[in-house]
């Protein structure tokens, strides 16, 4: 079973509008991870958050952590064409397993 | 450095034949695993090793065996392959298996199709 779950399912919007993807988890976690993936490639990592972390930037992204309602998004600010891709949570459970969603698909229309 | 690398890119199987799907990463990474996503869907954690020798169970294990002999290499092999293996393959590579405390570098993924 999945232990992350990404809301919306697919996003359309226009370049230059802010983009928010949500991920909610079921159990306690250390860390939470987004990953990008474009079309048929692998995914890359794009940030990690750890627990007692409640917020974080890196470039145009910024992942929030909300440990007390098991939640976390990612924004990214000023969206391009080349945002356009899949982006996943992944979450690191008991043992050395991570654990990924079924993933947002963002469409940035230029 | 290469990264993740892994190989066939492609591959089409019948029914019942067996084949092992290739990995390797030249950053000296102590875990690895495999994951397979199908279409529209997130990754699904098939096996991983946290270093040379050791090995262990993901997600859905079941109709694949993995080994690791070197810390570089991470082979994928699948028994006897069914329509329900049809999928995308990836191989992720990180520093330590410690709790997914690390980023996983990925493969470019090994697109598999059984009829």
């Known amino acids: 079973s999945q232990q992350g779950e990404e809301d919306p399912q697919a996003l359309s919007i226009q370049e230059g509008e802010n983009a928010t993807m949500n991920c909610s988890y079921k159990?306690?976690?250390?860390?939470l991870q987004w990953y990008r993936q474009n079309s048929g490639r692998g995914l890359v990592h794009l940030i990690l958050?750890?627990?007692?972390?409640r917020e974080k930037h890196s470039g145009r992204l910024r992942v929030t952590l909300d440990t007390s309602k098991k939640s976390s998004s990612l924004l990214i600010t000023a969206s391009r064409a080349a945002d356009t891709a899949s982006y996943f949570c992944?979450?690191?459970?008991?043992?050395?397993?991570?654990?990924f969603g079924g993933g947002t698909r963002l469409m940035v229309k230029p | 450095n290469a990264g993740v690398t892994q190989t066939p890119k492609f591959q089409v199987l019948k029914t019942g034949q067996s084949m092992t799907l290739q990995c390797a990463q030249d950053?000296?990474?102590?875990?690895m695993s495999w994951y397979r996503q199908d279409p529209g869907m997130g990754l699904r954690l098939i096996h991983y090793?946290?270093?040379?020798?050791?090995?262990d169970q993901g997600e859905v294990p079941n109709g694949y065996n993995v080994s690791r002999s070197t810390t570089e290499d991470f082979p994928l092999r699948l028994l006897s392959a069914a329509p329900s293996q049809t999928s995308v393959y990836f191989c992720?590579?990180?520093?330590?298996?410690?709790?997914?405390?690390?980023?996983?570098?990925f493969g470019p993924g090994t697109r598999l199709t059984v009829t």
């Open positions: 090793s946290v270093g040379a020798g050791i090995t």
């Open positions: 159990t306690s976690i250390n860390n």
């Open positions: 992720a590579s990180s520093y330590s298996g410690n709790r997914g405390s690390y980023e996983q570098y």
């Open positions: 950053m000296n990474h102590e875990y």
């Open positions: 958050i750890r627990s007692n972390e």
């Open positions: 992944a979450t690191d459970e008991a043992g050395n397993m991570l654990t």
